[in-house]
């Protein structure tokens, strides 16, 4: 199957994505995002149609397509097509559609591994491709276990990477780890920025490697505009799971006589981790902005750093085409093998 034909499909299904299909597609699709939430209660409607639309209108648009495939000579038409596993993550929505477009493009075969939070949205969509082109449908297996690959694209903790270098370290591989995102925040920021950077921190509740979990302010910052900004996500308290953790860490903070501030959905705290547990937002203070620059690009944990002069404020979950995970360019390991 010829990449121009496949690119045909992938802005199909963006199309049935963003509900343009039959009226019996966007039933089919109405009872994929409900039975995605009956699995797991963090995939909320909101949440759901989010990653649907990032994907149906940050990927899945012909021209964004061949632009992309595009910087890749040869690319969708190896000498030799391979095997390729990949081993899909599951905290927010549909995270790991990019590493199976991707491979579905690059003219390899895939084996994918599903996350156990994530077995209805990705393969419902995998699903659609087939039932429009057989031949396409006949690209991806999905397994429980993956053995006999020519390499490895695998995503988890930091603990399950150890396990995928013991397993996987004789193949070419992509491993990666746990990752987070921050914030710089200079004190000059409109209301319509810190309300931006709300989104950017309290998306798919958090859960997701480009959520901020750590702003880094200058000395005398005022954080009341910060923390008004965030009550438009007094909402997300309505979720238990998510009420559990604000309260979970409210108590703990209390025990441990931890300083702490809160607006009644988020704990903001200061410590040096850029890692926050959930319904926490960490921060810390600067005095040199230039050597908390040389301090961030050093940090092998940051997947974003948002900010007025980086990635902007509230665009930190609209990642394109060539927003890697990681920063590891999947679709130029792919075309390398």
């Known amino acids: 199957m010829n990449l121009t034909t ?30 995605a939430f009956h699995q797991n209660g963090w995939f909320i409607p909101e949440f759901v149609d989010l990653a649907i639309r990032q994907i149906a209108d940050n990927f899945l648009q012909r021209p964004l397509l061949e632009a992309w495939v595009a910087q890749y000579p040869g690319f969708g038409t190896p000498a030799s097509p391979k095997t390729v596993g990949i081993v899909s993550a599951g905290n927010i929505p549909l995270v790991g559609f990019h590493d199976w477009m991707t491979g579905f493009l690059s003219g390899h075969n895939i084996k994918l591994k599903l996350s156990s939070k994530d077995t209805v949205l990705l393969p419902h969509l995998i699903g659609k491709i087939a039932e429009w082109s057989p031949e396409a449908g006949e690209i991806t297996s999905i397994q429980e276990i993956l053995k006999d690959c020519d390499a490895y694209i695998a995503t988890g903790s930091n ?41 950017d921190a309290l998306l798919y509740f958090g859960l997701g490697c480009r959520n901020v979990t750590k702003v880094y ?37 209390l025990l441990n006589s931890a300083p702490f501030t809160t607006n009644d959905n988020l704990l903001l705290h200061e410590n040096e981790s850029v890692f926050s547990p959930l319904s926490v937002l960490n921060y810390s203070i600067y005095r040199d902005r230039a050597e908390l620059e040389t301090q961030l690009a050093d940090n092998p944990d940051l997947q974003c750093i948002v900010a007025a002069d980086r990635i902007p404020f509230g665009q930190a979950q609209s990642p394109r085409l060539s927003d890697y995970a990681d920063g590891v360019d999947t679709a130029a390991f792919l075309a390398a093998l």
């Open 217 to 253: 302010v200058p000395e005398g910052y005022d954080f009341e505009p910060l923390m008004k900004a965030f009550k438009q996500y007094d909402w997300l308290m309505d979720n238990h799971k998510y009420k559990n953790n604000y309260d979970y860490n409210f108590a703990l903070f």
């Open 159 to 199: 603990n399950s990477a150890r396990y995928f270098e013991y397993y996987f370290s004789k193949y070419p591989h992509i491993i990666r780890r746990n990752r987070t995102s921050v914030a710089v925040l200079t004190g000059e920021e409109t209301p319509a920025q810190l309300e931006s950077l709300a989104s």
């Open 6 to 35: 496949k690119i045909t499909l992938l802005e199909r299904l963006g199309a049935y994505l963003n509900g343009q299909g039959t009226e019996e597609e966007r039933d089919q699709l109405l009872l994929a995002k409900e039975k």
